[in-house]
């Protein structure tokens, strides 16, 4: 089992800057990949990035340029940067991590407003 608890999310205006963090705790050995997805209101959830123990990232096409994620495998933690941030941006965003085994993680959900 893996337990995440993400941080960092806000109200902020469109243009501004957030970082997102999550921490994980338990069967961190199982872990491959971390990832951050996010939901906005009446719509599915959906990947933003996610970075490989490698080091190796994919970023949505809707995020490249303005968000990075970034990991410390030695903390357990991936974070995410998100810069020139814009309305439709606003969604709770979920940590996700990805084990050896197949089975998914997922973090209770932080809430990013953006506002006009």
């Known amino acids: 089992q893996v337990q995440l608890v993400e941080s960092g999310g806000s109200l902020v205006q469109a243009g501004g800057s957030l970082r997102l963090s999550c921490a994980a705790s338990?069967?961190?050995?199982?872990?491959?990949?971390m990832g951050w997805y996010r939901q906005a209101p009446g719509k599915q959830r959906e990947l933003v990035a996610y970075?490989?123990?490698?080091?190796?990232?994919n970023y949505a096409n809707s995020v490249k340029g303005r968000f990075t994620i970034s990991r410390d495998n030695a903390k357990n933690t991936v974070s995410l940067q998100m810069n020139s941030l814009k309305p439709e941006d606003t969604a709770v965003y979920y940590c996700?991590?990805?084990?050896?085994?197949?089975?998914?993680?997922w973090g209770k959900g932080t809430l990013v407003t953006v506002s006009s």
């Open positions: 996700m991590c990805g084990s050896y085994s197949g089975i998914n993680y």
């Open positions: 338990g069967s961190i050995s199982s872990i491959n990949t």
């Open positions: 970075i490989a123990r490698s080091g190796s990232t």
